[in-house]
């Protein structure tokens, strides 16, 4: 627990001296300049006293609502089925009423209605620093690292434990610190500056269009712009930190550790003999299922007797791919025996959370076995799993017996699925063992998979800074092994790139047998293989199409000029 908190008020400090809290800056500087009634009696004495608080009362009303909003904001969200930005939206509203409300006295006092019976929770900046606190709580959105990361998945799974709160609550505090300093600062400028002390009404004003300027900003993501031009000046410590083994074992970024899922570490990945390593978590935060009777939800407890195998999967993965016509395999051949499969779609993409493609794409893959749709990664983050593919074996008493994380290890896998179904039933019989092509590459041997996308973009090798937005591009002088880099005109999003210019390339050093590449829209693109000239048309939704193949893995260079109106997603290589 003392290691979380520490964790947590590290990662919150970082944050809150980090560019990403320059947006609230000017609110929490303002809400302490704002000064009360002269102590020129008993009255004026109190409010005072009430004035010399603000600052603290602020912060800590910050800390309190954001706790609560990240924790069972995001719960409720998962429960309700609501858009993921609706969070993003209510506190652009909030802060736009409450910058209506200082710059207008009378719409204050309507907000303030809802309130009169509960002293002290106004939430003007000449009011209670509390109430203000709390609604800048709901607005205050910190840099996503790894912290703030494992909070919000808690949340929006439901996993919220003493540990999560404590984590929560640190990082909080640790985040507010500098934020109460920079409050504290402009208490005094409004103490020290006549100004201020003469020119109340002019602050709130101030104040009030402050705050309707950050909700407009938010709304065009301004405040992103503003990170972005703004170097950050703490990177070097947060990667130190976030990738150390401690914070690692502890946050264990697939997602919290809690008593349901705790003790999947008790197996190894791939273990040669059957493991027994706690009961199976439950499939949670389920948006939609397919390949049920009548597309109804399925649960482990009403499989007991039966051997599970719960498979993490993504449609366009080309890892997922290769795996999947084992796991097909399996079902047909065991099915009868008592095996089930659950297949648990886990997107990369927001593409990949269109349930038409996914259906789509199980169908290409042969996939009978019931499908759920994981869109909010619920179910996992509660196998706490951070690979596509992954497959847990469950016995018929619901407990986890074998993992296995990524490709490969499948004769293995079925060795264990055979050993169960005849522990769940010693008169059963069994068919002969398939035969599936292990198609698994070398380790280290192919080009790992290429994002190009501007947050997960993986090995590119251009001179120019890859981030989200329009510019031109060229090709390096030279481009090194397994790296890729743009020519021309391009706008990069957040998944995809796209050109805006006649001649807009992608260069990649590749070695694989196999080169794929995730597109989608409506144009064609033009291959330079080796010399080699290759048209390729898209059409529709994000498809992998193949752009090179040879009978074993080979080094090469591929030149990909994309035309206007394709998407641009990923290289994958097998």
Same mark, same amino acid.
């Given at each position: 627990?003392?290691?979380?908190?520490?964790?947590?008020?590290?990662?919150?400090?970082?944050?809150?001296?980090?560019?990403?809290?320059?947006?609230?800056?000017?609110?929490?500087?303002?809400?302490?300049?704002?000064?009360?009634?002269?102590?020129?009696?008993?009255?004026?004495?109190?409010?005072?006293?009430?004035?010399?608080?603000?600052?603290?009362?602020?912060?800590?009303?910050?800390?309190?609502?954001?706790?609560?909003?990240?924790?069972?904001?995001?719960?409720?969200?998962?429960?309700?089925?609501?858009?993921?930005?609706?969070?993003?939206?209510?506190?652009?509203?909030?802060?736009?009423?409450?910058?209506?409300?200082?710059?207008?006295?009378?719409?204050?006092?309507?907000?303030?209605?809802?309130?009169?019976?509960?002293?002290?929770?106004?939430?003007?900046?000449?009011?209670?620093?509390?109430?203000?606190?709390?609604?800048?709580?709901?607005?205050?959105?910190?840099?996503?690292?790894?912290?703030?990361?494992?909070?919000?998945?808690?949340?929006?799974?439901?996993?919220?434990?003493?540990?999560?709160?404590?984590?929560?609550?640190?990082?909080?505090?640790?985040?507010?610190?500098?934020?109460?300093?920079?409050?504290?600062?402009?208490?005094?400028?409004?103490?020290?500056?006549?100004?201020?002390?003469?020119?109340?009404?002019?602050?709130?004003?101030?104040?009030?269009?402050?705050?309707?300027?950050?909700?407009?900003?938010?709304?065009?993501?301004?405040?992103?712009?503003?990170?972005?031009?703004?170097?950050?000046?703490?990177?070097?410590?947060?990667?130190?930190?976030?990738?150390?083994?401690?914070?690692?074992?502890?946050?264990?970024?697939?997602?919290?550790?809690?008593?349901?899922?705790?003790?999947? %570490?008790?197996?190894?990945?791939?273990?040669?003999?059957?493991?027994?390593?706690?009961?199976?978590?439950?499939?949670?935060?389920?948006?939609?299922?397919?390949?049920?009777?009548?597309?109804?939800?399925?649960?482990? %407890?009403?499989?007991?007797?039966?051997?599970?195998?719960?498979?993490?999967?993504?449609?366009?993965?080309?890892?997922?791919?290769?795996?999947?016509?084992?796991?097909?395999?399996?079902?047909?051949?065991?099915?009868?025996?008592?095996?089930? @499969?659950?297949?648990?779609?886990?997107?990369?993409?927001?593409?990949?959370?269109?349930?038409?493609?996914?259906?789509?794409?199980?169908?290409?893959?042969?996939?009978?076995?019931?499908?759920?749709?994981?869109?909010?990664?619920?179910?996992?983050?509660?196998?706490?799993?951070?690979?596509?593919?992954?497959?847990?074996?469950?016995?018929?008493?619901?407990?986890?017996?074998?993992?296995?994380?990524?490709?490969?290890?499948?004769?293995?896998?079925?060795?264990?699925?055979?050993?169960?179904?005849?522990?769940?039933?010693?008169?059963?019989?069994?068919?002969?063992?398939?035969?599936?092509?292990?198609?698994?590459? %070398?380790?280290?041997?192919?080009?790992?998979?290429?994002?190009?996308?501007?947050?997960?973009?993986?090995?590119?090798?251009?001179?120019?800074?890859?981030?989200?937005?329009?510019?031109?591009?060229?090709?390096?002088?030279?481009?090194?092994?397994?790296?890729?880099?743009?020519?021309?005109?391009?706008?990069?999003?957040?998944?995809? @790139?796209?050109?805006?210019?006649?001649?807009?390339?992608?260069?990649?050093?590749?070695?694989?047998?196999?080169?794929?590449?995730?597109?989608?829209?409506?144009?064609?693109?033009?291959?330079?293989?080796?010399?080699?000239?290759?048209?390729?048309?898209?059409?529709?939704?994000?498809?992998?199409?193949?752009?090179?193949?040879?009978?074993?893995?080979?080094?090469?260079?591929?030149?990909?000029?994309?035309?206007?109106?394709?998407?641009?997603?990923?290289?994958?290589?097998?």
């Amino acid at each position: 627990m003392f290691t979380l908190a520490l964790i947590g008020l590290l990662g919150g400090l970082i944050t809150g001296i980090s560019p990403c809290i320059l947006p609230v800056l000017p609110v929490i500087f303002l809400s302490g300049g704002v000064q009360g009634a002269r102590p020129t009696d008993e009255k004026g004495k109190v409010l005072a006293r009430a004035q010399s608080l603000r600052p603290y009362l602020v912060i800590a009303g910050l800390v309190v609502s954001f706790s609560l909003f990240t924790l069972l904001g995001s719960l409720l969200l998962a429960l309700l089925n609501l858009p993921q930005d609706f969070l993003r939206w209510a506190g652009i509203v909030v802060l736009v009423l409450i910058g209506v409300g200082l710059i207008v006295p009378k719409f204050q006092h309507i907000l303030e209605k809802p309130f009169s019976k509960i002293p002290q929770k106004n939430v003007g900046t000449d009011r209670s620093g509390f109430g203000l606190g709390i609604a800048l709580g709901a607005v205050y959105v910190p840099c996503a690292g790894p912290v703030l990361a494992a909070i919000t998945v808690a949340g929006s799974t439901g996993q919220i434990g003493a540990d999560t709160v404590v984590l929560t609550l640190s990082f909080a505090i640790g985040a507010a610190i500098p934020l109460l300093v920079f409050a504290l600062a402009g208490r005094r400028v409004g103490e020290r500056v006549k100004t201020f002390r003469k020119h109340q009404s002019a602050i709130r004003l101030t104040g009030g269009i402050v705050m309707i300027a950050l909700a407009i900003g938010l709304v065009f993501n301004v405040p992103q712009l503003l990170q972005r031009l703004v170097p950050d000046y703490t990177s070097a410590i947060q990667n130190q930190i976030n990738e150390s083994d401690e914070v690692q074992e502890a946050l264990n970024l697939g997602g919290i550790v809690t008593d349901e899922n705790r003790d999947l %570490d008790k197996c190894s990945n791939g273990g040669a003999e059957l493991e027994s390593c706690g009961t199976a978590p439950e499939l949670t935060g389920i948006t939609e299922w397919f390949n049920t009777t009548d597309n109804a939800a399925v649960s482990l %407890d009403q499989l007991r007797g039966k051997v599970v195998l719960v498979d993490f999967w993504a449609y366009s993965c080309i890892n997922c791919q290769r795996s999947l016509p084992h796991v097909t395999a399996w079902y047909d051949a065991y099915r009868d025996a008592g095996l089930e @499969v659950i297949g648990v779609h886990a997107p990369e993409y927001a593409f990949e959370k269109e349930v038409n493609n996914v259906q789509a794409g199980a169908k290409n893959f042969g996939i009978d076995y019931p499908v759920a749709i994981d869109n909010n990664l619920s179910t996992w983050t509660n196998y706490r799993n951070r690979y596509w593919p992954a497959s847990y074996l469950i016995d018929a008493d619901g407990t986890v017996r074998h993992i296995k994380l990524g490709e490969g290890g499948y004769e293995t896998t079925e060795k264990h699925i055979r050993e169960l179904l005849t522990k769940a039933d010693p008169d059963v019989t069994l068919p002969t063992a398939t035969d599936v092509a292990d198609d698994t590459p %070398d380790s280290g041997a192919t080009t790992p998979e290429t994002y190009l996308g501007s947050t997960k973009k993986v090995n590119f090798a251009g001179e120019e800074k890859y981030t989200k937005g329009q510019r031109e591009y060229r090709f390096p002088d030279k481009l090194p092994k397994d790296a890729f880099a743009l020519s021309g005109e391009w706008d990069v999003g957040t998944q995809a @790139v796209t050109p805006t210019g006649a001649d807009a390339s992608v260069r990649l050093n590749y070695t694989a047998s196999e080169v794929r590449m995730v597109l989608a829209g409506e144009g064609s693109v033009t291959l330079d293989v080796n010399g080699k000239t290759k048209v390729i048309e898209v059409t529709g939704t994000p498809t992998s199409y193949l752009l090179v193949e040879t009978k074993g893995i080979e080094a090469g260079t591929l030149d990909v000029k994309v035309g206007a109106g394709v998407e641009a997603f990923s290289f994958t290589f097998g």
